[in-house]
């Protein structure tokens, strides 16, 4: 069995990452949009659209917040409702994204938009089940996130520099005021 470095697919997986992210912050603002014109038309189920685009922003952004989160809080614990937004990735988007689009693909309220938004949903589902598929390699985002032993910042801490100077020769007799005159200095 080849292992994933040895896949021809490499390329494939490396960049389904960044497209899947674009993708889903792309989606949710068209999601927006549907759900704005549906309510522009006075129809209740146009809110309930825009609060599917909320919803799909902040599921689509939470990468950007746990990396923050992790740079904030050097490694110490998470609350607790964080780690259940985390346990909400993968494969589980992909249910929530297939229900959604489901909904706007059956009932599109005489708007074409609705079943693009529906479509790009359902794309935006079938990339988190391939990521989830692939998931079996560490990813970028955890060996980021997860920064340990000399890929740590805080190696840098306990380091101490020496502030002395010492030379190694005597100024030369053709030395000019000012010039160090071949004096070597180390750290």
């Not at 949710?28 to 522009?40: A, M, N, Q, T, Y």
């Not at 693009?116 to 996130?145: F, K, N, Q, T």
């Not at 190696?155 to 004096?183: A, K, M, N």
Request: net charge negative; charged share 15%; glycine share 6%.
């Amino acid at each position: 069995m080849l292992q994933y470095e040895d896949s021809k697919y490499t390329c494939l997986f490396e960049s389904l990452t960044p497209f899947t992210r674009f993708l889903g912050v792309f989606t949710s603002v068209v999601l927006c949009g549907v759900g704005v014109d549906i309510s522009f038309h006075h129809h209740p189920m146009g809110l309930y659209i825009i609060v599917c685009a909320l919803l799909v922003f902040f599921l689509e952004i939470t990468w950007t917040v746990s990396l923050f989160l992790q740079v904030c809080s050097r490694g110490e614990r998470r609350c607790v409702c964080w780690r259940w937004v985390l346990w909400f990735n993968g494969w589980k988007k992909s249910l929530l994204y297939c229900g959604i689009a489901a909904a706007l693909i059956a009932w599109p309220h005489h708007l074409w938009l609705s079943t693009v938004a529906g479509g790009m949903l359902l794309i935006l589902a079938a990339c988190y089940a391939l990521l989830s598929l692939s998931s079996s390699r560490p990813s970028p985002d955890s060996r980021l996130l997860h920064a340990h032993g000399e890929d740590s910042c805080d190696r840098f801490d306990t380091e101490v520099l020496d502030d002395s100077f010492s030379t190694t020769e005597s100024p030369t007799r053709h030395s000019r005021p000012g010039q160090s005159g071949g004096i070597v200095l180390e750290i």
